[in-house]
């Protein structure tokens, strides 16, 4: 089952037009940021080079999104951090055992198939009744970025420097596809290390070009 992250661009061409998408998202967002005392989400004055179009960035197997997300919870853990051919108890032993470690990460605590991380910086992902009663966790860009950094180093990557990113999905995938690309290597860590480019690719650019990660 494929996972694809799009690029939404906060512009105003986008954002302040009467046909905006993604208006009621982005209105729960402003008033979970805002009940805790956040900015809400940027919007951005339209320069040359910038559109209101809304991209791919990246798509990868959900299953190799938590083989991520177990990486990640080993390492914050102090765990040593090995691979494996599929993901098992241990996995979500992990995530009972360390319940309150995994809702404070931007990482781990994000619906799969929906939601979004915006570039405004807050510590934890936010959460009410409306925003798990519909997409789930409000990520932060930047949290997310904190979180890719911290499990690099164990899956063989230098995150000042990290390899290229793998192409994005050419369009939509749907939910019972698999992701088109293939791991670009074929080591212990290729699933983890594979959607980590892709993140990694989308918060970097999130932050550099003002836009918001959805996920589908």
């Known amino acids: 089952m494929a996972c694809d992250l799009w690029l939404v661009p906060l512009v105003d061409v986008l954002c302040h037009s009467p046909d905006n998408p993604f208006s009621e998202e982005i209105a729960a967002y402003d008033s979970a940021l805002a009940e805790a005392g956040l900015p809400t989400v940027p919007v951005f004055?339209?320069?040359?080079?910038?559109?209101?179009?809304?991209?791919?960035?990246?798509?990868?197997?959900?299953?190799?999104?938590?083989?991520?997300?177990?990486?990640?919870?080993?390492?914050l853990c102090g765990l040593e951090v090995t691979p494996v051919?599929?993901?098992?108890?241990?996995?979500?032993?992990?995530?009972?055992?360390?319940?309150?470690?995994?809702?404070?990460?931007?990482?781990?605590?994000?619906?799969?198939?929906a939601g979004a991380y915006v570039p405004v910086d807050f510590p934890h992902p936010l959460a009410n009744d409306e925003l798990l009663a519909?997409?789930?966790?409000?990520?932060?860009?930047?949290?997310?970025?904190?979180?890719?950094?911290?499990?690099?180093?164990?899956?063989?990557?230098?995150?000042?420097?990290?390899?290229?990113?793998?192409?994005?999905?050419?369009?939509p995938t749907s939910l019972e596809e698999r992701a088109g690309a293939a791991p670009l290597?074929?080591?212990p860590f290729a699933r983890e290390r594979h959607v980590w480019l892709?993140?990694?690719?989308?918060?970097?650019?999130?932050?550099?070009?003002?836009?918001?990660?959805?996920?589908?």
């Open 45 to 75: 004055s339209y320069m040359p080079g910038l559109s209101g179009d809304v991209a791919p960035v990246a798509g990868f197997d959900y299953d190799a999104l938590h083989f991520l997300r177990r990486a990640y919870l080993l390492r």
């Open 198 to 216: 892709g993140l990694h690719a989308a918060a970097t650019r999130s932050l550099g070009q003002g836009s918001m990660i959805v996920f589908s």
């Open 185 to 187: 290597d074929d080591g």
């Open 85 to 113: 051919d599929e993901l098992g108890g241990d996995y979500e032993q992990l995530l009972e055992m360390f319940e309150t470690t995994a809702q404070q990460s931007h990482l781990v605590w994000h619906y799969d198939h």
């Open 134 to 171: 519909g997409g789930g966790p409000l990520g932060s860009s930047h949290g997310l970025l904190r979180d890719l950094e911290l499990v690099a180093p164990a899956l063989g990557i230098d995150p000042a420097n990290p390899p290229a990113a793998p192409a994005p999905p050419a369009g």
